[in-house]
């Protein structure tokens, strides 16, 4: 069975751990990248402590974490009056709650080279660039792949992590766009001694007002500093002018505390991306397809778990796939109802944390305010176990 390629479109996050889970039970991978080259884009993310436990299944525990942040505190702050709403403290009580497993930030070109690099470890995995996957056939005992260019990619199976804009889910699903929210994200790194005065540099934080945010946080050991801005805004769909852009921030900004008009001032205005997700559903795989990661559940960023939930996906699918003795078509049924909701909840939660929670005005902020402020360590962490606590595999 495992002299049988199986083929992965996508070569993000999720593609490259299934990738390696598969390599390291010895399965033959070919994952097909439409990028020139294996890569992310220059920003951080944030990984829970449920994520370590599922590096440890691909051999790179140690390394993600001696290549990422810990930070002291993950907390919410009011965009107006700049005090503290929710703190989740991530020092030794937490991690010693989460099986010693930090919570991490880490720049997404670091996390991606040490994927990429165990990748090429493996004489398993063959790595295609410039590979843009625009169709495929199922013929029962087998697949074909076929990229943009007319290669045609013989497998036993394909798992499409190809994204929230996944090509395959549009042929195995049949829906079409995600859900736009009417936000959009300005990512900005900058150096860390150009963090203005009154801005954390040992935390992840969120500064939180109506219908707008920030999140910040140091990277590389604390040597630069991730900025992402995020606001919601009639223009989202377009592409405008620096200048136009500028003049957006500036107004959504206004009248929110000095240090985020500081840090807006800094965002670099080359680019935006509209922030949008899916809602829940079933059917992630038909016959020998199956989708993980963002092609099946693509979530807004509230619980900063969307990459959390594709390395989880990875490391179950390789197993359910391992364990299934060619039936493969069962392996995806059991995939789907072990992540189903897991997944769902992470989406379900985010977008009320969206509406709900971050972007609050007037009343509604302040009863937020008092609510959260009154919790204890201890209320706030058991809130986050679900999550925190990682899951265990099925084999
Ligand atoms: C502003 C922002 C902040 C975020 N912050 C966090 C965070 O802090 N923590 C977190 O866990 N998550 C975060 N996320 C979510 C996270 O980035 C995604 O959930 C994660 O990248 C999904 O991984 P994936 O591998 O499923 O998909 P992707 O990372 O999107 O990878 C898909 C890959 O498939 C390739 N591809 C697409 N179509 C084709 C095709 N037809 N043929 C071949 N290749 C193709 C793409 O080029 C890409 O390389 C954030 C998202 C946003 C927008």
């Given at each position: 069975?495992?002299?049988?390629?199986?083929?992965?479109?996508?070569?993000?996050?999720?593609?490259?751990?299934?990738a390696i889970a598969l390599a390291r039970k010895g399965w033959q991978v070919r994952?097909?990248?439409?990028?020139?080259?294996?890569?992310?884009?220059?920003?951080?993310?944030?990984?829970?402590?449920?994520?370590?436990?599922?590096?440890?299944?691909?051999?790179?525990?140690?390394?993600?974490?001696?290549?990422?942040?810990?930070?002291?505190?993950?907390?919410?702050?009011?965009?107006?009056?700049?005090?503290?709403?929710?703190?989740?403290?991530?020092?030794?009580?937490?991690?010693?709650?989460?099986?010693?497993?930090?919570?991490?930030?880490?720049?997404?070109?670091?996390?991606?080279?040490?994927?990429?690099?165990?990748?090429?470890?493996?004489?398993?995995?063959?790595?295609?660039?410039?590979?843009?996957?625009?169709?495929?056939?199922?013929?029962?005992?087998?697949?074909?792949?076929?990229?943009?260019?007319?290669?045609r990619f013989e497998g036993a199976l394909v798992i499409g992590a190809d994204g929230?804009?996944?090509?395959?889910?549009?042929?195995?699903?049949?829906?079409?766009?995600?859900?736009?929210?009417?936000?959009?994200?300005?990512?900005?790194?900058?150096?860390?001694?150009?963090?203005?005065?009154?801005?954390?540099?040992?935390?992840?934080?969120?500064?939180?007002?109506?219908?707008?945010?920030?999140?910040?946080?140091?990277?590389?050991?604390?040597?630069?500093?991730?900025?992402?801005?995020?606001?919601?805004?009639?223009?989202?769909?377009?592409?405008?002018?620096?200048?136009?852009?500028?003049?957006?921030?500036?107004?959504?900004?206004?009248?929110?505390?000095?240090?985020?008009?500081?840090?807006?001032?800094?965002?670099?205005?080359?680019?935006?991306?509209?922030?949008?997700?899916?809602?829940?559903?079933?059917?992630?795989?038909?016959?020998?397809?199956?989708?993980?990661?963002?092609?099946a559940h693509a979530t807004l960023q509230s619980y900063a778990q969307g990459a959390?939930?594709?390395?989880?996906?990875?490391?179950?699918?390789?197993?359910?796939?391992?364990?299934?003795?060619?039936?493969?078509?069962?392996?995806?049924?059991?995939?789907?109802?072990?992540?189903?909701?897991?997944?769902?909840?992470?989406?379900?939660?985010?977008?009320?944390?969206?509406?709900?929670?971050?972007?609050?005005?007037?009343?509604?902020?302040?009863?937020?305010?008092?609510?959260?402020?009154?919790?204890?360590?201890?209320?706030?962490?058991?809130?986050?176990?679900?999550?925190?606590?990682?899951?265990?595999?099925?084999?």
């Open positions: 069975m495992r002299d049988k390629t199986i083929i992965i479109v996508g070569g993000g996050i999720g593609g490259l751990c299934a994952v097909l990248e439409q990028a020139p080259q294996f890569g992310a884009i220059g920003y951080g993310i944030q990984l829970g402590p449920n994520v370590p436990p599922m590096m440890a299944h691909l051999g790179l525990r140690d390394e993600v974490i001696a290549a990422s942040v810990l930070p002291n505190n993950v907390m919410m702050i009011d965009a107006f009056d700049g005090q503290p709403v929710t703190v989740v403290d991530t020092g030794a009580d937490f991690r010693a709650r989460y099986h010693d497993d930090p919570y991490m930030v880490i720049h997404r070109v670091d996390l991606h080279n040490i994927l990429v690099a165990a990748c090429r470890t493996y004489p398993e995995i063959h790595l295609d660039e410039d590979a843009a996957v625009t169709g495929h056939e199922d013929h029962g005992d087998h697949v074909v792949v076929i990229s943009a260019d007319g290669r929230i804009r996944s090509h395959l889910r549009k042929s195995i699903m049949g829906d079409s766009e995600p859900a736009q929210t009417g936000y959009v994200a300005h990512r900005t790194i900058v150096p860390i001694d150009q963090v203005p005065e009154g801005v954390s540099t040992d935390d992840v934080v969120l500064w939180g007002g109506e219908g707008f945010h920030i999140v910040h946080y140091p990277l590389r050991n604390k040597t630069i500093f991730n900025i992402v801005a995020v606001f919601e805004t009639q223009t989202f769909a377009e592409k405008m002018e620096t200048e136009a852009y500028r003049a957006e921030l500036e107004r959504t900004y206004m009248h929110s505390h000095p240090a985020m008009r500081a840090m807006v001032k800094m965002l670099d205005l080359e680019r935006r991306w509209p922030i949008g997700d899916r809602k829940p559903q079933r059917g992630w795989s038909k016959g020998r397809v199956v989708l993980m990661g963002d092609a959390g939930m594709a390395i989880e996906d990875a490391v179950v699918l390789a197993s359910l796939i391992d364990g299934c003795k060619g039936d493969y078509e069962s392996a995806f049924k059991s995939f789907e109802s072990e992540r189903l909701l897991r997944t769902a909840r992470i989406q379900l939660e985010s977008r009320t944390l969206w509406s709900h929670y971050y972007h609050l005005s007037g009343i509604d902020a302040q009863v937020r305010n008092q609510r959260e402020r009154a919790r204890s360590r201890e209320d706030v962490w058991s809130c986050l176990d679900w999550i925190y606590k990682g899951i265990s595999l099925p084999y």
